[in-house]
């Protein structure tokens, strides 16, 4: 706790590879115990595959693969490149090979379920076990990447609302030494616990949502290390990582403090004004002239009672400067997590083009608000902020010239089918941002699919990993969604108002007081 104690910076955790494994190795080597770096352990697997039909630029996904296998004695690395890596990169105008979509079952292979009643036990759901080598491996990956050749902090942040590949990825993380997880959208009651079991080794299972079950069900996936690469990865003790979960009011903090299981070691207080996924305003949702979600007094954090609670907290939404920081420790906070203004660093994984044209606004005179706008794009449900930009998903005429397709399927709903004759109902995984006609025959309102866009295919766009596709006799990639924060004055000032690029360690400078220019 100690060592959690000195934590004065804390990168965030944003988006598909945004914060890649060289951003998060910069911000954790430019102050060992000060500042830690963080990497997105969201759609690692798909990441790592289209890494390596490109060709795996400077070698680094092979090598990080090959460690896996050479430090646990298994071939699983060394198999998803024979599988995925491509020589020199595909073409330009080829389609990536997909990951395998994730996709629930029973342990004895089933989508079907009879109607139970009420269960006593939960119902075990499980992956495909070549899924959950690549999301194992794929976490270990990063991790290894991120941590090689220093002595700094790494964590790994992840949205609990993406609850299929977590407890496999955190896994690889694990093995690879993380220090820490993050955990955001959504409540993650038991996830302190899950870290511990791990460390162990135990199989666990963690708790899924299912639409329409029956009452009394539950639904869980059940993991158990030893089961995987004959028990090899079960052979070395691992060390329990620091878990902080991300909320944005007290209540929430108030009830994981006092879990039954284990409370986190600590929780970042997040500000609507974040980047990415916001909670939703508090009651009914009323939107201004612009479409957005209008926030008011009752989304405002209560931080004496969070101070009272007694664990170390951060915070988050607005504090990427030195000023801000001081402000968050004279309101008793150890330090800040900051996002957006580490998100336009040379060393973030956005496309070189969608940060050139972010500054060259800044540089052109628009403002914040005409540069972020909070969304209701996403399909989780959650506000979502989204950047402005010509020719990506921000524009309506992008969106409705999109064949709305669901292919990687990150942020999927699953649920059962009404039940037929027999008393026997089908598994399904919908999404609201897929096609309309597919999400209305699996039980869904049409008008829950207003305005949603995919993510997914958006997300890996925005870092250089979009999938090709036809439109029109013409072969074009994926439209990207790029996604910061509300407050850009940090970035105004580190780029001399959009002049000049920036780097992390001009970023850590700034926002410990340590800038000297």
């Known amino acids: 706790m100690n060592s959690l104690q000195q934590i004065k910076l804390i990168q965030g955790g944003m988006g598909v590879h945004v914060s890649n494994w060289r951003l998060a190795k910069a911000v954790a080597m430019q102050r060992p115990g000060v500042t830690v770096g963080t990497v997105s352990g969201t759609a690692l697997d798909v990441v790592y595959v289209r890494l390596l039909q490109l060709g795996d630029p400077g070698g680094h996904a092979r090598r990080a693969l090959q460690a896996l296998d050479e430090n646990f004695g298994v071939t699983i690395g060394q198999d998803i490149c024979t599988h995925y890596f491509i020589e020199g990169g595909k073409a330009p105008d080829a389609r990536f090979r997909s990951a395998p979509m994730q996709m629930v079952r029973t342990h004895d292979g089933r989508y079907t379920f009879p109607i139970q009643g009420e269960s006593p036990t939960a119902v075990p759901l499980k992956l495909d076990d070549d899924i959950i080598e690549l999301l194992i491996a794929t976490g270990f990956a990063e991790v290894w990447l991120a941590k090689e050749g220093h002595d700094g902090k790494v964590f790994i942040n992840f949205l609990n609302k993406i609850e299929l590949p977590l407890i496999y990825v955190l896994y690889g993380a694990m093995l690879a030494g993380v220090d820490g997880v993050i955990v955001g959208a959504g409540n993650p009651e038991g996830l302190p616990l899950l870290c511990q079991q791990l460390a162990r080794h135990e199989a666990v299972t963690h708790g899924i949502s299912m639409l329409y079950r029956e009452a009394g069900e539950e639904f869980v996936l059940a993991f158990d290390p030893r089961q995987i690469a004959h028990g090899k990865f079960a052979e070395r003790p691992l060390a329990k990582p620091t878990f902080l979960a991300i909320v944005s009011l007290e209540d929430l903090v108030q009830v994981l403090a006092q879990s039954e299981s284990a409370p986190p070691d600590g929780f970042i207080i997040e500000h609507h004004t974040a980047g990415g996924h916001n909670a939703n305003p508090v009651g009914p949702l009323i939107r201004d002239a612009l479409g957005q979600p209008v926030y008011g007094a009752k989304d405002e954090a209560n931080l004496a009672t969070i101070r009272s609670v007694g664990i170390p907290f951060w915070l988050a939404g607005g504090y990427g400067s030195h000023p801000q920081l001081q402000a968050a420790l004279a309101a008793g906070a150890n330090g800040v997590q900051a996002g957006t203004v580490f998100a336009l660093t040379e060393e973030s994984g956005m496309k070189s083009e969608y940060r050139s044209a972010i500054l060259a606004a800044i540089k052109n005179g628009a403002d914040d608000a005409d540069l972020v706008r909070t969304t209701i794009f996403s399909p989780t449900g959650f506000s979502f902020k989204v950047v402005q930009l010509e020719g990506t998903l921000s524009e309506d005429d992008v969106y409705t010239s999109r064949r709305r397709i669901c292919d990687i399927g990150m942020l999927q709903q699953r649920g059962f089918n009404k039940p037929d004759e027999h008393g026997q109902r089908t ?91």
Request: glycine residues 10%; contains cysteine.
């Open 427 to 517: 598994l399904f995984q919908r999404c609201p941002a897929g096609p309309i006609e597919n999400f209305v025959k699996q039980r869904g309102l049409e008008r829950n699919t207003d305005e949603r866009r995919c993510l997914c295919n958006g997300l890996l766009a925005c870092v250089g990993l979009g999938q090709v596709k036809e439109i029109r006799g013409e072969l074009v990639e994926e439209p990207a969604i790029v996604t910061l924060g509300n407050h850009l004055e940090n970035v105004r000032r580190l780029s001399r108002q959009g002049q000049t690029h920036y780097h992390v360690e001009d970023v850590v400078a700034d926002i410990l007081g340590e800038r000297t220019r």
